[in-house]
């Protein structure tokens, strides 16, 4: 089975600090992707990655940027926390296609105070 | 831009049959697909429907009307663990490499009841 794994479920942090989200997966998939999920908004994707150290904006990059140094790991950075970037955030992985389904992870719950 | 729309919520019986509707307007498109996610869960596949017409998974079908820009996902026999979020997505514009970004809808949140 694939496992996507998010570092930390709950996550607390300040206004204006500097927020890591890590993700690994196992599979080998080429394709990672960062999405955050609201209330009544859906899922949104922020940033997603084809290849390591290759990057694309998604719908909403603002105040976001990513890392893909290796290709099982893809981290989402919040440079300066804002208290709208309180949200659950998920990511996922999959391989090339375009019925290739995503895999999620778990989602970290990320509350900036 | 892409949008989709889909009900907020739909509220059925256990054992019977539900359909869950989705609308789309995008610039590209490349398949519908659909995501159930219990609460507190994470979203997990379903299925995706690349040509027109209905695919069958067990219990769960999609359909897929391209010149309608219309999809649905049916679930027959309800059961109560059926009740969840279930989300349409259409792969988009956002593509790179071989990636194609995912757009969801707003979700519909279906209740079973007893």
């Known amino acids: 089975d694939v496992k996507v794994t998010q570092s930390s479920r709950y996550l607390v942090k300040r206004t204006g600090e500097k927020v890591f989200l890590e993700c690994v997966q196992d599979?080998?998939?080429?394709?990672m992707f960062w999405y955050r999920q609201d209330p009544g908004l859906g899922l949104r994707l922020i940033y997603f990655?084809?290849?390591?150290?290759?990057?694309e904006k998604g719908d909403i990059p603002e105040g976001y940027s990513v890392s893909r140094e290796k290709k099982e790991r893809f981290s989402l950075i919040l440079e300066s926390a804002s208290t709208n970037q309180t949200s659950m955030y998920l990511c996922a992985s999959n391989t090339r296609g375009r019925g290739s389904p995503l895999h999620f992870g778990n989602g970290t719950r990320l509350t900036v105070t | 831009g892409q949008s989709l729309e889909q009900p907020s919520e739909v509220t059925a019986v256990e054992g019977a049959i539900v359909q869950i509707n989705c609308t789309y307007q995008?610039?590209?498109?490349?398949?519908l697909s659909w995501y159930q996610q219990h609460d507190g869960g994470a979203p997990t596949f379903l299925s995706y429907?690349?040509?027109?017409g209905l695919e069958e998974t067990g219990r769960f079908s999609s359909f897929l009307s391209r010149s309608d820009s219309y999809g649905y996902l049916l679930l027959q026999e309800l059961q109560m663990k059926d009740s969840a979020s279930y989300f349409c997505?259409?792969?988009?514009?956002?593509?790179?490499?071989?990636?194609?970004?995912?757009?969801f809808g707003k979700g519909t949140h279906l209740i079973i009841q007893p």
């Open positions: 990655s084809y290849d390591v150290k290759m990057k």
């Open positions: 429907n690349g040509l027109d």
């Open positions: 599979m080998d998939h080429e394709n």
């Open positions: 997505a259409v792969r988009d514009g956002h593509s790179g490499g071989g990636a194609d970004g995912l757009t």
């Open positions: 995008t610039s590209g498109f490349y398949g």
